[in-house]
């Protein structure tokens, strides 16, 4: 069983900063591709940032410049530096996690974390 905990949500005043943190734990090969998703309420969940395991990186139009995706492979962990942050970046915020099971067949399996809210206030 894979599990995803993530930490680091609240709230935030308009052009502050928030880091977000995604733990993937239980039993398995490898962490492939990890990454930020996100969704406002009556709206469709859309890619924030991702990075492959071997650190490239994947951002969403709208927050380029603004936010860093990070990992520790080591870890198996993510992590989502959000700078300059607007009223329009309020959302729930998902961790999604490519893994590699322990055991044959060595099928890709996606895994979502239960998501943490992120608010900006203007």
């Known amino acids: 069983q894979v599990q995803l905990v993530e930490s680091g949500g609240g709230l935030v005043q308009a052009g502050g900063s928030l880091r977000l943190s995604c733990a993937a734990s239980?039993?398995?090969?490898?962490?492939?591709?990890m990454g930020w998703y996100r969704q406002a309420p009556g709206q469709q969940r859309e890619l924030v940032a991702m990075?492959?395991?071997?650190?490239?990186?994947t951002y969403g139009d709208s927050v380029k410049g603004r936010f860093t995706i990070s990992r520790d492979n080591a870890k198996n962990t993510v992590y989502l530096q959000m700078s300059s942050l607007k009223p329009e970046d309020t959302a729930a915020y998902y961790c999604?996690?490519?893994?590699?099971?322990?055991?044959?067949?060595?099928?890709?399996?996606?895994?979502w974390g239960q998501g943490t809210q992120v608010t900006v206030s203007s």
């Open positions: 999604n996690a490519a893994v590699v099971p322990r055991l044959p067949p060595w099928t890709v399996n996606n895994h």
């Open positions: 239980g039993t398995f090969l490898r962490v492939d591709a």
């Open positions: 990075i492959t395991l071997g650190g490239t990186t």
